[in-house]
């Protein structure tokens, strides 16, 4: 198998079992920083001690000792893992997953300002109809049942957040950041802890809880190591399947309906990122041939 194939075939993984996340968020049935305590300590636990019972200690310190980039990447990592469950619990599921598309504009303009990236004329146009798009969704915001401003707000933190730590990641390439993962949630659960009150969990919601934290682990490995053998703009066009399948399985299983200012806005964004990399694989492509 070709190393593109394998990272294919790796993020295709990490997306599909992303897409469950949010109905978890909403099936459930506990206040938002509980679910992020439980959702962050399983997943940043299993990483762990799957890392140090394989592999031992030294992937950990190599994390550290890339140094503020390691930081960067993991700060934004554990961070965006508490807003998205924030974020879920005050706004519409479809407005979070397609806003959380927009993430490939937010690394373009991080990549610019911190790693002095020229922004291509493609990517102009990309961005500019990304935000159109973000405005429909937020205008429909106070016409939509469970969508509120404040959410969608917050799911812009939460795009921007993980673009910060991916592009932070992009200067130490060679490290992978798994471990960073696990060392972000615990670290995170840890300071949310006194808030979050995690014992006040009734006992028929352990098994979802403990779904929904293996289902975490599981695209979050994935799509740490797929995203090291393909482009930038292949892992977009995949990742686009999430934006595409959450709010479609939310609105199958507990009736969500998006609403039709997300479901307009929301597609400008999908096919907005769909042309932008098609393009620039098409580019890419006649300039290797």
């Known amino acids: 198998m070709t190393d593109q194939a394998w ?7 990490g997306v599909l079992f992303v897409v469950p996340d949010s109905l978890f968020v909403r099936l459930i049935d506990a206040p938002a920083l509980t679910i992020a305590f439980w959702r962050l300590t399983l997943a940043g636990g299993m990483i762990g001690i799957g890392i140090l019972v394989t592999q031992g200690v030294d992937p950990f310190r190599a994390v550290l000792r890339t140094g503020r980039y390691g ?5 934004g990592t554990g961070a965006s893992g508490v807003l998205f469950v924030l974020a879920i619990s005050l706004t519409s599921v479809a407005n979070v997953v397609f806003i959380l598309a927009s993430l490939p504009v937010f690394a373009t303009i991080f990549s610019r300002i911190f790693l002095g990236e020229p922004i291509s004329r493609r990517m102009v146009i990309t961005i500019t109809a990304v935000m159109f798009g973000i405005a429909i969704i937020a205008y429909g915001s106070g016409q939509t049942a469970h969508a509120s401003i404040t959410g969608d707000l917050v799911a812009v ?22 471990p960073g993962v696990a060392m972000a949630y615990l670290v ?15 006992p028929e919601q352990a098994p979802l809880i403990l779904l929904h934290g293996t289902v975490i ?3 979050s490995v994935f799509l740490a190591l797929g995203p090291r053998y393909i482009t930038s703009a292949e892992v ?4 686009l399947l999430e934006s595409v399948l959450a709010p479609l399985l939310v609105w199958g299983v507990i009736g969500e309906n998006p609403g039709q200012h997300a ?17 620039f694989l098409l580019r890419r492509r006649r300039i290797r041939s």
Do not use: D
Not at 71 to 75: D, K, L, T, W
Not at 190 to 195: G, R, S
Not at 263 to 279: K, Q
């Open 236 to 239: 977009g066009l995949l990742v």
């Open 263 to 279: 479901l307009v806005g929301g597609a400008i964004v999908i096919i907005a990122l769909f042309v932008s990399n098609v393009i």
């Open 7 to 13: 990272g294919l075939m790796l993020t295709v993984l």
């Open 217 to 219: 682990v599981c695209s």
């Open 188 to 202: 995170v659960a840890a300071v949310i802890a006194p808030f979050a009150n995690p014992l006040n969990v009734a």
């Open 157 to 178: 933190a939460v795009s921007a957040l993980f673009a910060a730590g991916l592009t932070a990641a992009r200067r130490a390439k060679a490290v992978s950041m798994v």
């Open 71 to 75: 930081a960067i990447y993991m700060v």
